[in-house]
C-alpha cells in the first residue's frame, strides 16, 4: 500500500551545474515540477557551479553550511538533490543537514509509485525501486529506519527496506520471474493484433505534452488525464474507426523524460515494447512549452536506444492555443490545440493522409469496378495484404 501524509512537506532544491552539464535551468525547472506532482511545498532552489562532484557530499563545505541554515531557519523537511547520489554522498548529506535527503532518481521512482496501476505496472516500479535500493544498503542506517510517509518514502514500505541484501536479490528474481510471465501474455497479445492485419499507431513523447489529451480526443473516450508528470504509466490500447470502417489501434505509453533513473529505463521495457511494434508513431509535443525542442532531443535519444528511429513519425504539436514564439523542429506534422472542437477531425484526417504516404510503395492501384474478389493474390508481397484493409478504407479505388 501506498504511504501518505497530511503534512504537505517543505523542501528545497539542490543542484550543480558541470561545466559539461547541459540544459541545468530546463533540469531545475523540471525538478520543481516532479517535487509538486509528488506532492511537495517547493520553498526555495539553490545551486553551485563546481569543476566537479564532492566525493563526500556533492557540494562544497561553504554550500553545505549555507544549506544547513536554511534548512534550520525554514523548517524544511527534505532536501531534493537534481544528481544522482552515492549512498556515501546521501549519508552524508543527511548527517550534515539533519534531514531527509533524496535524490532526482528516487523522486521519480516515488511519483512512479504514486501512479502504476495495473498489476504489471507495480510490478515494474517494484523492481525498479529494489534494484535503486539493493546498493544502498550499506552504511544506510538512517535512510532504513525511515517509518514516515512523504515523498522518497513511498513504495516496498519499511518492511522491506528493512531486509538484507540477499532477500532484496530473491524478491528481484521473483518479480522477474512474475513480469517474464506478463511479458508473454503480452506478447500473445501482441501477436493476435499483428495476424489481425489491423493498422496499429502508438502515441509517445514527452511526460506532460498531452498523449492522454490526444487519446481521448481520437477515441472519443475518458482515459485520466491531468497537467502533470507522467498522468500515465500503464501502456493502453484501444480501437477506433478513421474512416470508412478502417480500424486501426491506439496505444497510450508512459512519457519520456530526461536522465530517466536506467533502472526505469530496464523495468519498463516491456511496455514500451507496445510501441515497438506499431506502424505509426504519432509523437505529441507541447508546442506551449519552451524547452519542446529539447524535449524533442531527449524523445528521439530514446527511441535511438530503443532501435525505433526507423518506426514513420508524425509530430503533433499540441496546445498551440497557448504557444507563443513557436517554430517547428520536426517534419512531418501537424498544430493542433486539443481543445479546439475542430481537433479530432483535422487530426483524423491527417493521419489518414500520413498512412496514405507511409504505405503508398506496398499499393497496387487498380480502377474502380475491377477489383478481383481476392486482391490480396494480385501479388505475393507480404506487406500488401496487411495493406488491402487500408487501402478499402482510405481511398475511392483499389
Same mark, same amino acid.
Request: aromatic letters at 4%; charged letters at 25%; a negative charge.
Given at each position: 500500500?501506498?504511504?501518505?501524509?497530511?503534512?504537505?512537506? #517543505?523542501?528545497?532544491?539542490? @543542484? %550543480?551545474? =558541470?561545466?559539461?552539464?547541459?540544459?541545468?535551468?530546463? /533540469?531545475?525547472?523540471?525538478?520543481? !515540477?516532479?517535487?509538486?506532482?509528488?506532492?511537495?511545498?517547493?520553498?526555495?532552489?539553490?545551486?553551485?557551479?563546481?569543476?566537479?562532484?564532492?566525493?563526500?557530499?556533492?557540494?562544497?563545505?561553504?554550500?553545505?553550511?549555507?544549506?544547513?541554515?536554511?534548512?534550520?531557519?525554514?523548517?524544511?523537511?527534505?532536501?531534493?538533490?537534481?544528481?544522482?547520489?552515492?549512498?556515501?554522498?546521501?549519508?552524508?548529506?543527511?548527517?550534515?543537514?539533519?534531514?531527509?535527503?533524496?535524490?532526482?532518481?528516487?523522486?521519480?521512482?516515488?511519483?512512479?509509485?504514486?501512479?502504476?496501476?495495473?498489476?504489471?505496472?507495480?510490478?515494474?516500479?517494484?523492481?525498479?525501486?529494489?534494484?535503486?535500493?539493493?546498493? #544502498?544498503?550499506?552504511?544506510? @542506517? %538512517?535512510? =532504513?529506519?525511515?517509518?514516515?510517509?512523504?515523498?522518497? /518514502?513511498?513504495?516496498?514500505?519499511? !518492511?522491506?527496506?528493512?531486509?538484507?541484501?540477499?532477500?532484496?536479490?530473491?524478491?528481484?528474481?521473483?518479480?522477474?520471474?512474475?513480469?517474464?510471465?506478463?511479458?508473454?501474455?503480452?506478447?500473445?497479445?501482441?501477436?493476435?493484433?499483428?495476424?489481425?492485419?489491423?493498422?496499429?499507431?502508438?502515441?509517445?513523447?514527452?511526460?506532460?505534452?498531452?498523449?492522454?489529451?490526444?487519446?481521448?480526443?481520437?477515441?472519443?473516450?475518458?482515459?485520466?488525464?491531468?497537467?502533470?508528470?507522467?498522468?500515465?504509466?500503464?501502456?493502453?490500447?484501444?480501437?477506433?474507426?478513421?474512416?470508412?470502417?478502417?480500424?486501426?489501434?491506439?496505444?497510450?505509453?508512459?512519457?519520456?523524460?530526461?536522465?530517466?533513473?536506467?533502472?526505469?529505463?530496464?523495468?519498463?521495457?516491456?511496455?514500451?515494447?507496445?510501441?515497438?511494434?506499431?506502424?505509426?508513431?504519432?509523437?505529441?509535443?507541447?508546442?506551449?512549452?519552451?524547452?519542446?525542442?529539447?524535449?524533442?532531443?531527449?524523445?528521439?535519444?530514446?527511441?535511438?536506444?530503443?532501435?525505433?528511429?526507423?518506426?514513420?513519425?508524425?509530430?503533433?504539436?499540441?496546445?498551440?492555443?497557448?504557444?507563443?514564439?513557436?517554430?517547428?523542429?520536426?517534419?512531418?506534422?501537424?498544430?493542433?490545440?486539443?481543445?479546439?472542437?475542430?481537433?479530432?477531425?483535422?487530426?483524423?484526417?491527417?493521419?489518414?493522409?500520413?498512412?496514405?504516404?507511409?504505405?503508398?510503395?506496398?499499393?497496387?492501384?487498380?480502377?474502380?469496378?475491377?477489383?478481383?474478389?481476392?486482391?490480396?493474390?494480385?501479388?505475393?508481397?507480404?506487406?500488401?495484404?496487411?495493406?488491402?484493409?487500408?487501402?478499402?478504407?482510405?481511398?475511392?479505388?483499389?
Amino acid at each position: 500500500m501506498i504511504e501518505t501524509s497530511e503534512h504537505q512537506e #517543505r523542501v528545497i532544491l539542490l @543542484g %550543480v551545474e =558541470l561545466p559539461d552539464t547541459e540544459n541545468f535551468e530546463m /533540469s531545475m525547472e523540471e525538478l520543481a !515540477s516532479l517535487a509538486k506532482t509528488a506532492g511537495a511545498e517547493v520553498i526555495s532552489s539553490y545551486r553551485q557551479k563546481r569543476e566537479k562532484y564532492d566525493s563526500k557530499s556533492l557540494i562544497g563545505s561553504g554550500k553545505l553550511a549555507e544549506i544547513k541554515a536554511i534548512v534550520d531557519a525554514d523548517e524544511i523537511d527534505t532536501v531534493i538533490v537534481n544528481d544522482r547520489l552515492t549512498p556515501r554522498q546521501n549519508v552524508n548529506l543527511e548527517s550534515e543537514l539533519g534531514v531527509k535527503v533524496i535524490d532526482r532518481m528516487q523522486l521519480i521512482l516515488d511519483i512512479f509509485a504514486m501512479r502504476a496501476r495495473s498489476h504489471e505496472g507495480k510490478l515494474q516500479v517494484h523492481l525498479a525501486q529494489l534494484k535503486y535500493m539493493l546498493p #544502498r544498503l550499506v552504511g544506510q @542506517g %538512517v535512510m =532504513l529506519s525511515r517509518q514516515a510517509g512523504g515523498i522518497g /518514502s513511498r513504495g516496498p514500505g519499511e !518492511s522491506q527496506l528493512e531486509l538484507n541484501r540477499r532477500s532484496i536479490r530473491n524478491q528481484i528474481a521473483d518479480i522477474e520471474r512474475q513480469l517474464k510471465v506478463v511479458e508473454k501474455n503480452r506478447e500473445t497479445g501482441r501477436e493476435k493484433r499483428t495476424e489481425s492485419q489491423v493498422f496499429k499507431i502508438g502515441l509517445i513523447g514527452y511526460t506532460n505534452a498531452g498523449k492522454s489529451t490526444i487519446m481521448n480526443v481520437l477515441t472519443n473516450d475518458k482515459q485520466y488525464e491531468a497537467d502533470e508528470l507522467f498522468a500515465t504509466l500503464d501502456a493502453t490500447t484501444k480501437q477506433i474507426y478513421l474512416q470508412n470502417q478502417f480500424q486501426v489501434t491506439l496505444t497510450d505509453t508512459v512519457g519520456f523524460i530526461q536522465n530517466l533513473p536506467t533502472e526505469l529505463v530496464a523495468a519498463f521495457k516491456s511496455t514500451l515494447e507496445e510501441s515497438r511494434h506499431v506502424d505509426l508513431l504519432l509523437h505529441v509535443i507541447d508546442a506551449s512549452d519552451p524547452n519542446h525542442a529539447e524535449h524533442e532531443k531527449v524523445v528521439l535519444n530514446l527511441l535511438k536506444e530503443l532501435d525505433m528511429l526507423d518506426i514513420p513519425r508524425l509530430a503533433v504539436y499540441n496546445k498551440m492555443d497557448v504557444a507563443e514564439h513557436f517554430a517547428a523542429t520536426a517534419f512531418p506534422n501537424v498544430r493542433i490545440s486539443a481543445r479546439d472542437k475542430e481537433a479530432r477531425s483535422l487530426l483524423r484526417r491527417l493521419i489518414i493522409n500520413e498512412i496514405r504516404d507511409t504505405n503508398v510503395d506496398n499499393l497496387m492501384i487498380i480502377p474502380a469496378g475491377q477489383v478481383p474478389p481476392n486482391p490480396t493474390s494480385l501479388i505475393q508481397n507480404d506487406n500488401f495484404k496487411a495493406m488491402v484493409e487500408t487501402v478499402r478504407g482510405l481511398y475511392d479505388y483499389v
